[in-house]
């Protein structure tokens, strides 16, 4: 079974507007965190943003944030006032502390394309 | 800052030729991936090490060998490359502390005719 779920393979918006990608996780460890990347063109990947199973506080990174519900094992990423240099594919990852602790598994990805 | 630097950027091979690839990161981390990237499949962790001379498997490691000798590189090997296959594979390392977000390479994106 997958452990990271992101239900949408692509996604549209115009410039200007506001985008939120889902992602689910599978988990029965109390510690783990979870990313956001993006995937450039380019072949380069970049780190977005972080949340911590532990932690409470609502992650922001400029224009990036996340909107973690843990009971539902959901994390979303909002990033607000789309560019058209947004586009790419953003992929979830989930880190779990346990006997596995080094492995880090992504998501499919979403494809996002921003629109002049 | 530091960097993670794959080589080569791209690489076309035969089918059945055995094809090295070469992450090098002077981030000074301890663990250190390789994943491989699918056209709608997302990434696929093939090898990951935890330190040097130390090799775990992913759960795409059957077809490859890896090898880290030295805490800065981490190499790949397709043991027998596959007709048409094209895919882009992912260097990435991480400290292994309470970070944990691994920094990718750029990625070598293979083709095998």
Redesign the interface.
Known sequence: AEKVI?VW?TASRQEGEELTLDCSYETSQVLY?L?W?K?LL????V?LI?QTSSSTAKERSGRYSVVFQKSLKSISLIISALQPDDSGKY?C?L?EKGTNA????????THLHVLP | GGIITQTP?FLIGQEGQKLTLKCQQNFNHD?M?W?R?DS??????IY?S?TENDL?K?DLSEGYDASREKKSSFSLTVTSAQKNEMA?F?C?S?D?GT??????G??T?LSVL
């Open positions: 992101q393979s965190h990313f990347y995937h380019s072949g380069e990947m780190f972080r992929f990852a880190w080094h492995k880090v598994i992504f998501g499919k990805g | 950027k663990t991936y994943y990237q709608g499949k997302g990434l696929r962790l990951y935890i775990q992913g882009v992912l990435a991480s292994g970070n944990q977000a691994p920094l990718f750029e990625g994106r």
